[in-house]
Each structure stands twice: as C-alpha cells, then as structure tokens.
C-alpha cells in the first residue's frame, strides 16, 4: 500500500508546474504505453551506459552495486524505479557507493531495453 501511494504522489507532484505556466518535463520517464523492451538492444545499451558502475552483466563493481542482486528483483524494485533512476538520479539508501546521478542521454526507450536485459539476467541468477 506504501509503494501505492508514494507512486501517486510522485505522479501528483509531477502535474503540478509551480505556477510557472512551464510544462512540467515528465518525471516518470516512462516510454509510450505497450513499447516493449528487447534485451539484446538492452544489452548493448547497458554495455555501454551502466557496466562502468553495475559490472558486467550486472555482478557489480566498487563503483556501483550489483544489480543481479535480489534487492532489485521486481517486488521491491519495480521498473519504475529503473526509469526513475536513470532520469532523476538516486541517493545512495541501499549501499556505500554513493549517489547515482541522472543519465539524461538515454530516451525511456532505450531504459526500458536496459530494463528487460537486466530482468533477464536475474531471472538467469534465480531472481524473479
């Protein structure tokens, strides 16, 4: 019920534009309802975008953490929140390896491929 609500309220919070009259960029970062990732695009694009970090095929790094971990399998860590990271950055809360900061190069396309490379490879690890 908690994850619920704190997605509702990051949704309100994002149709609010402050008064500005500016449109308020979309915080979710999600693609177009129905696009569905390929994870041989994924992949290329996490080779090439969070190995640095996560490591080869997500085992981690002293960079980043692993994401082949069961601490992101889906209960706990919706693909939402792989959107949410990669556009808005995340503090660090689970591990010592300091903050994310955002990627803003990568379109929710292309994170959405990253998304469904990653939930294989966990899937490949016993995570579901």
């Given amino acids: 019920m908690t994850k619920k609500l704190s997605i509702v309220f990051l949704f309100l919070l ?9 449109k308020a960029p979309n915080p979710l970062h999600l693609p177009p309802q129905g696009f569905m990732g390929d994870s041989i695009k994924g992949a290329a694009l996490y080779d090439q975008n ?20 069961d601490i992101y399998n889906s209960r706990h ?30 379109s929710p396309e292309d994170v959405e491929h990253i998304v469904r490379y990653v939930r294989e490879i966990q899937r490949e690890s016993g995570i579901q």
Avoid: Y
């Avoid at 969070?50 to 971990?69: E, F, I, S």
């Fill in 77 to 106: 860590h919706a693909e939402l929140a792989f959107h949410l990271a990669v556009n808005n950055g995340v503090r660090a809360h689970h591990w010592n390896f300091g903050d994310m900061e955002p990627i803003p190069h990568l």
């Fill in 14 to 22: 994002s149709a609010c534009d402050g008064g500005s009259g500016e």
């Fill in 50 to 69: 969070c190995l640095a970090c996560h490591g080869k095929r997500g085992v981690g790094t002293n960079q980043g953490p692993a994401l082949v971990h």
